[in-house]
């Protein structure tokens, strides 16, 4: 019987100009599907990744961000976003996607999966993983 791995996704680069960000959200479904503990954590440029209104047209590439939207139906209801990042940014909550899952054990009752944590807390949040892969 193989045991639960917690794995952190930390996502530190912009959206678009690498693979990284695709890649991880990739690889974050990959473990879904697995049925490991995932999670993800957006910090320094890794939260433009989770802005609303993302418009490729200009680049050239595909606007994945929607993709976002179906992490709550592969139970990945815990995306942790550093508060510092986002300020340095000129961010806030507000400026991110509403992302939602359905918690099961609250009556299928609609909740948020984004989580503004403090540098400290992601820290700490950190600690507590088993695996951590960085993108």
Wanted: aromatic letters at 10%; proline letters at 2%; zero cysteines.
């Amino acid at each position: 019987m193989s045991e639960t791995k917690k794995f952190l996704y930390l996502n530190r680069k912009a959206p678009y100009g690498t693979i990284y960000a695709l890649e991880s959200l990739e690889v974050v479904l990959i473990g879904a599907a697995f049925e490991q503990d995932v999670s993800l954590a957006f910090v320094d440029d890794g939260v433009f990744q989770l802005t609303k209104g993302q418009n490729t047209k200009g680049i050239g590439m595909k606007d994945f961000s929607p993709t976002y939207r179906a992490l709550g139906d592969y139970d990945v209801n815990k995306l942790y976003v550093e508060k510092e990042s986002l300020e340095e940014r000129g961010l806030s909550l507000d400026d991110l996607m509403p992302l939602t899952y359905e918690d099961e054990d609250d009556d299928y009752a609609e909740k948020d999966s984004i989580r503004v944590v403090s540098r400290a807390e992601m820290a700490q949040i950190m600690d507590e993983q088993d695996v951590i892969l960085s993108f």
